[in-house]
């Protein structure tokens, strides 16, 4: 699964994600029952919450309404810290040249 899916999770419904392993499971919305083969204890995720997801995992909605879920691709985070690196270097390049990249001017604290 080389793909990001979002999908929504009925209240009370159980879910395997046998070949999710090494991918990074996201909660929108609801709470989480979360366990995992071999695991050493089971995870509780709600709204906010992210976890890399590891063998045999399976979900199960513990809440009053659906969860909003997505699984990112097992690459999808380091893909994003590239193009953060990416974006820090283009701003230290603007910066050697003399652009300014931060705070307005009026808000730089202007210690003499």
């Known amino acids: ?4 899916t979002t999908f929504d999770l009925a209240p009370g419904t159980a879910l395997g994600l046998s070949d999710a392993a090494g991918r990074e499971l996201v909660v929108f919305s609801g709470r989480l029952w979360l366990t995992c083969d071999g695991g050493a204890q089971d995870v509780f995720l709600t709204a906010g919450d992210r976890l890399r997801l590891g063998p045999g995992a399976v979900i199960e909605c513990d ?5 909003r879920l997505q699984l990112m691709p097992a690459h999808g ?3 994003w810290a590239a193009v953060s690196a990416w974006r820090a270097f283009a701003r230290l390049a603007l910066r050697l040249q003399g652009v300014h990249t931060g705070l ?3 808000l730089v604290d202007r210690r003499g």
Do not use: I, K, L, Y
Request: glycine content about 6%; hydrophobic content about 35%; cysteine-free.
């Open 1 to 4: 699964m080389d793909t990001t």
């Open 63 to 67: 809440s009053p309404g659906a969860a």
């Open 77 to 79: 985070r380091a893909w």
């Open 104 to 106: 307005p001017p009026r």
